[in-house]
T-cell receptor, first 109, second 116 residues
């Protein structure tokens, strides 16, 4: 299983762009990269998923370099409501869905 | 609301009692997962169903834990003879048939268990 490493915590201010990088040196050819967001006392919520290059949706962008050994979740113009824990997962099928401790993002006014 | 639902949302029980949680997945999803999450940690995989078949069980799922998914619809997770260490958030997720290599899981709100 590809192991992921991401910062334990990050602080930002409202209106700023936040980039959270995840390292996954042992990513396999068939592995996808998926990010989830979790608020306190709620289940994780799917944010974005990608395989290579750049993926963008209405919430975030995901940048994946050519070697795929890392990925960066980009949240544009964060607000207080983006304060949450963000998880990076590498894999695809159920047996790869191993969550780490995630990155705790705190957005300050 | 057509998301994943879990009941109850909160459960307080005394050590040694049995508890049962229910998960109703998104209707067209054939895969269903159970996770456990303790404070400050990410969710830990417990077990997985494809339709009614339980295909994978984590070593975290001791003999006191049992999960069922009759008829491939809702699922129940039962904990017998609860211990204080069972106190956690129990999360259910479901996913639709995806490609061969990737799927997206949709999580319910969780059931928070406190064992006194």
């Amino acid at each position: 299983l590809a192991k992921t490493t991401q910062p334990i915590s990050m602080d930002s201010y409202e209106g700023q762009e936040v980039n959270i990088t995840c390292s996954h040196n042992n990513i396999a050819t068939n592995d996808y990269i998926t990010w989830y967001q979790q608020f306190p006392s709620q289940g994780p919520r799917f944010i974005i998923q990608g395989y290579k290059t750049k993926v963008t949706n209405e919430v975030a962008s995901l940048f994946i370099p050519a070697d795929r050994k890392s990925s960066t979740l980009s949240l544009p113009r964060v607000s207080l409501s983006d304060t949450a824990v963000y998880y990076c997962l590498v894999g695809g099928l159920y047996n790869d869905m191993r969550f780490g401790a995630g990155t705790r993002l705190t957005v300050k006014p | 609301d057509t998301g994943v639902s879990q009941n109850p949302r909160h459960k307080i029980t005394k050590r040694g009692q049995n508890v049962t949680f229910r998960c109703d997945p998104i209707s067209e999803h054939n895969r269903l997962y159970w996770y456990r999450q303790t404070l400050g940690q990410g969710p830990e995989f417990l077990t997985y169903f494809q339709n009614e078949a339980q295909l994978e069980k984590s070593r975290l799922l001791s003999d006191r834990f049992s999960a069922e998914r009759p008829k491939g619809s809702f699922s129940t997770l039962e904990i017998q003879r609860t211990e204080q260490g069972d106190s956690a958030m129990y999360l259910c997720a479901s996913s639709e048939p995806g490609t061969r290599y990737v799927e997206t899981q949709y999580f319910g709100p969780g059931t928070r268990l406190l064992v006194l």
